[in-house]
């Protein structure tokens, strides 16, 4: 089926009519009224004969004139220039929370101001109380407890994502791009804010050039937009525009309001040069008890450009990102990779535009590989948007030891929109890695499309997608995969649901570029959620909901059955401002297969398994909340798992903020893979391999005998020897206990909104053992193995640290000084050793000790970059 065509034929059919409607329907359920304002209260009503103009809510459209300035606006925070007097401004804002839709306690107003080079927006945000302003310092893009003043841009109207620029009542800035339900805070532009608290209230100044956004070239336009204001010790969310929790799903910018009059904008071309030099000395131990110390200095730059209003070119050579805060320790015992969140800038910034989801957290783009075995050379961005509505990203990257690329990644992706809400879209990645005997060439391919019916309240979504893995000097391990989905969904209303269908054969794999924990799989999915009361309050509850998702799989290759599940969640929010979470899932409730568990080898019938979890986070009022949680997993073959948790957040002071969290797991006779082994029968003796690995892998010198009495005969009585072979390859399950401890905690000191000392810690020990072992004989059958000849046992204790002092000592340009701080001590048991001691027997007290008993591998970084602007 050709899936492009279909979707946008769909998309050309169920566009948005340019009819008219001039009725009036939202007054009474809004519970406002569409209003501008000068020197006396005038309404409007648009009119609806331009779709962009239709109303996505069903409530009447806000409209804000903006007003022309030719003088140069102080920022401030006084808005005492004619222009701030003379502009409309917007107010009549509604509670998003708690109540949403009720009257808000405290008045707002919001004017803004366009002139030749910038646009302005100036807030009054007024308060009965103005000593209970929370006026919490913290780093930039720190989304703290305070009071907060936000504008979201949509500068292309076209309803689907808006820069936001906010400041709190501090003067801490955050920017970013929202396209969903949050905002991405990855993006970042230069711009100005000013704030003074008065005896009425606050006031919010900013200043944001042209040269920031991107936007037509059109003589006159219209941009959506929407405010936002936060007043924690109400717990309030207060917006202009009221977004409901009913229509969140199909898109919060689909929902704002707008901007007119906006004629004759001059943009300037973003230009940001940003060259950067670091020092760095690491320590580490040589010998036993010799400290080696290596100092080194590098440098590179960044390169922003605009090359018109609404293309950017970013490009980056040697980049360092010894800032950034160093992945958790965890413990990873399942079949899967562990993927961890992208936290470099450049491959943050503006990350929307290059991704292509293919469901349950893959995609075909995983930035985390750039730079995973080589420092990345140099990396290049181009994105952007034309005025026909077609979005695009194209990214390069060079990967490779002393400046000698020999890796290399590519990706381009676009979306062309379809009416007012729909789009299709289209991605392909590229990998070529170029070793001494190891040649790869990587490419993978897809559509994606989103087609919305009904005015935004339906929508059928999906992909098709393509990879091809081509190895030249060892063609037997090519591979050439597909995998696909499709979903129906309504999105709008109190009840939502979506029925989805999905697969992909054995041989899909992105993982070169992007990243996919399954395949060989078909899918059939359900889901439903709830808002209760219609999300107003009801009896003791401010509002609750509920969400419940079911799934059917089986394996693509065979059909063979993986098993059918279900999870079932409910949230709720107490007239007391606490919230409270309950869950329950459950896998495999009529059997079926695990065809990962085994690595390679058999599939395994797994066991039935029942989880239920409960949280609760007491008043988000107050500055100390704390969260305790609490999950609880059981099997049918006798195996549980208990999991305690603990998180706090304490603004100590409004410059000083405290988080911190604590773990304990527990793992009581989970039936679970140990390893794969190979046995061989020699002599009227049994042997075992010294090492985990197939009979081609071993030879004849690397097996050792079984010394004690064993059952193995009888295991392997009507068991097949491996292929071509006279030994026996299987897999080997245990009754696994484990532990795990976790805490972390991180400390913000604020001296300013621009210098900030951050501090992140986290102490980490896992420990695990497997006993009563057995045999997967077949699919359906483990046979228990008398004197198992192995053991397996390990621990594990980290303990890393990680300050850092930022000080943005002008607009863009910033001084990092680092400390990274890092002890590791692991402890695995051969798996021959019959000794009793083990690190498992080790107390978490001893084994914490043992850690701090490692010498330290200690980094100092001073990085200093300079932006130059133009």
């Known amino acids: 089926m050709n899936f492009s065509a279909l979707a946008i034929s769909i998309g050309l059919l169920l566009s948005p009519s340019e009819s008219g409607d001039n009725t009036n329907k939202g007054d009474k359920d809004r519970g406002g009224v569409n209003r501008l304002e000068q020197s006396d209260v005038t309404r409007t009503n648009p009119t609806r004969t331009d779709p962009t103009n239709a109303d996505p809510t069903g409530d009447e459209l806000r409209v804000l004139r903006a007003h022309k300035t030719d003088r140069d606006i102080a920022i401030d925070g006084i808005l005492d220039e004619e222009d701030w007097q003379t502009a409309p401004f917007a107010s009549d804002f509604l509670q998003s929370e708690p109540v949403e839709g009720a009257e808000p306690s405290q008045r707002t107003e919001v004017r803004i101001l366009y002139g030749n080079n910038s646009i302005y927006i100036g807030a009054r945000l007024y308060d009965a109380e103005p000593d209970q302003i929370w006026q919490t310092l913290g780093r930039r893009d720190s989304f703290n407890k305070a009071d907060w003043f936000t504008v979201s841009i949509d500068a292309y109207l076209n309803r689907k994502e808006a820069y936001t620029f906010g400041v709190n009542a501090a003067g801490v800035q955050l920017d970013g791009i929202i396209s969903s339900r949050e905002v991405n805070t990855s993006w970042n532009a230069v711009w100005e804010s000013s704030v003074r608290v008065t005896n009425e209230g606050w006031i919010a100044e900013i200043r944001i050039p042209y040269s920031m956004l991107r936007f037509s070239a059109a003589e006159e336009q219209s941009w959506g937009i929407n405010f936002k204001r936060i007043i924690p010790r109400t717990?309030?969310?207060?917006?202009?525009?009221?977004?409901?929790?009913?229509?969140?799903?199909?898109?919060?910018?689909?929902?704002?309001?707008?901007?007119?009059?906006?004629?004759?904008?001059?943009?300037?071309?973003?230009?940001?040069?940003?060259?950067?030099?670091?020092?760095?000395?690491?320590?580490?131990?040589?010998?036993?008890?010799?400290?080696?110390?290596?100092?080194?200095?590098?440098?590179?730059?960044?390169?922003?450009?605009?090359?018109?209003?609404?293309?950017?070119?970013?490009?980056?050579?040697?980049?360092?990102?010894?800032?950034?805060?160093?992945?958790?320790?965890?413990?990873?015992?399942?079949?899967?990779?562990?993927?961890?969140?992208?936290?470099?800038?450049?491959?943050?910034?503006?990350?929307?535009?290059?991704?292509?989801?293919?469901?349950?957290?893959?995609?075909?783009?995983?930035?985390?590989?750039?730079?995973?075995?080589?420092?990345?050379?140099?990396?290049?961005?181009?994105?952007?948007?034309?005025?026909?509505?077609?979005?695009?990203?194209?990214?390069?990257?060079?990967?490779?030891?002393?400046?000698?690329?020999?890796?290399?990644?590519?990706?381009?992706?676009?979306?062309?929109?379809?009416?007012?809400?729909?789009?299709?879209?289209?991605?392909?990645?590229?990998?070529?890695?170029?070793?001494?005997?190891?040649?790869?060439?990587?490419?993978?391919?897809?559509?994606?499309?989103?087609?919305?019916?009904?005015?935004?309240?339906?929508?059928?979504?999906?992909?098709?997608?393509?990879?091809?893995?081509?190895?030249?000097?060892?063609?037997?391990?090519?591979?050439?995969?597909?995998?696909?989905?499709?979903?129906?969904?309504?999105?709008?209303?109190?009840?939502?649901?979506?029925?989805?269908?999905s697969g992909s054969d054995d041989e899909f794999n992105p993982n070169d570029v992007g990243r996919e924990s399954e395949n060989n799989k078909q899918r059939l999915s359900t889901r439903f959620s709830y808002q209760l009361n219609g999300g107003q309050p009801f009896g003791p509850f401010q509002r609750a909901s509920g969400w419940f998702w079911t799934f059917h799989s089986r394996a693509w290759t065979d059909g063979l059955y993986r098993g059918s599940g279900f999870y079932l969640r409910s949230d709720l929010n107490t007239r007391g401002f606490q919230k409270i979470e309950i869950s329950a899932n459950a896998d495999y409730l009529f059997g079926g297969y695990n065809i990962y568990e085994t690595r390679g080898l058999l599939p395994w019938q797994a066991p039935r398994k029942m989880e239920a979890s409960i949280s609760v986070e007491t008043d988000s009022r107050r500055l100390w909340t704390v969260e305790p949680k609490i999950e609880y997993e059981i099997t049918d073959l006798g195996g549980n798992t208990l999991e305690l948790k603990l998180k706090t957040d304490w603004d100590v002071t409004n410059r000083l903020g405290l988080s911190a969290s604590v773990k304990f797991k527990r793992e009581n006779n989970v039936t679970a893979w140990a390893s794969n082994e190979t046995f061989s029968h020699d002599s009227g003796s049994w042997k075992i391999g010294e090492f985990s690995g197939n009979p081609s892998e071993l030879s004849y010198g690397e097996y050792v005998p079984v010394q004690t009495a064993t059952n193995l005969s009888s295991v392997f009585a009507g068991m097949n020897p491996y292929e071509g072979t006279d030994e026996y390859y299987v897999s080997v399950f245990g009754e696994r206990d484990t532990e795990v401890v976790d805490f972390t905690l991180r400390g913000n000191i604020t001296f300013s909104p621009n210098l900030s000392l951050q501090v992140y810690g986290q102490l980490f020990t896992a420990k695990g053992y497997y006993e009563d072992f057995s045999i997967l004989a077949n699919p359906d059958t483990l046979v228990p193995v008398d004197n198992y000849a192995k053991r397996r046992e390990f621990s594990t204790t980290s303990f890393q640290t990680n300050t850092v002092l930022r000080w943005e000592y002008r607009p863009g340009s910033t001084l990092y000084i680092v400390w990274t701080h890092a002890r590791v001590d692991s402890f695995k048991l051969d798996p021959l050793d019959n000794v009793t001691a083990s690190g498992f027997q080790d107390g978490t007290l001893s084994q914490i000790g043992n850690a701090f008993s490692v010498f330290p591998d200690n980094v100092f970084l001073v990085k200093l970059n300079y932006t130059f602007l133009r």
């Open 235 to 501: 717990s309030e969310t207060l917006q202009w525009a009221l977004v409901r929790r009913t229509e969140r799903q199909s898109g919060i910018v689909a929902h704002y309001g707008e901007l007119q009059g906006l004629q004759q904008l001059q943009t300037r071309r973003n230009v940001q040069f940003t060259p950067y030099t670091v020092s760095r000395m690491l320590t580490q131990e040589g010998n036993p008890g010799q400290v080696v110390t290596n100092t080194e200095a590098d440098f590179g730059a960044d390169l922003k450009l605009g090359l018109s209003s609404n293309m950017t070119l970013d490009l980056t050579v040697n980049p360092d990102f010894g800032q950034v805060e160093a992945d958790p320790a965890q413990l990873n015992l399942s079949a899967f990779e562990t993927f961890n969140r992208e936290r470099r800038p450049f491959f943050v910034e503006g990350a929307r535009s290059f991704t292509f989801d293919t469901g349950m957290g893959s995609g075909l783009l995983y930035t985390r590989r750039i730079g995973s075995a080589d420092p990345i050379v140099g990396a290049t961005k181009l994105s952007g948007r034309t005025d026909g509505g077609l979005s695009f990203g194209i990214l390069g990257a060079a990967t490779g030891a002393n400046f000698n690329p020999d890796r290399f990644y590519g990706s381009s992706r676009f979306r062309q929109e379809l009416g007012l809400y729909s789009f299709i879209g289209g991605i392909f990645t590229f990998y070529n890695r170029d070793s001494p005997g190891s040649v790869l060439t990587s490419m993978s391919g897809g559509t994606d499309w989103d087609i919305r019916m009904s005015d935004n309240t339906y929508k059928f979504s999906g992909y098709a997608s393509v990879t091809d893995r081509n190895f030249s000097d060892t063609p037997e391990f090519s591979s050439r995969g597909f995998a696909a989905s499709g979903e129906i969904e309504r999105i709008r209303g109190d009840l939502t649901y979506g029925l989805t269908v």
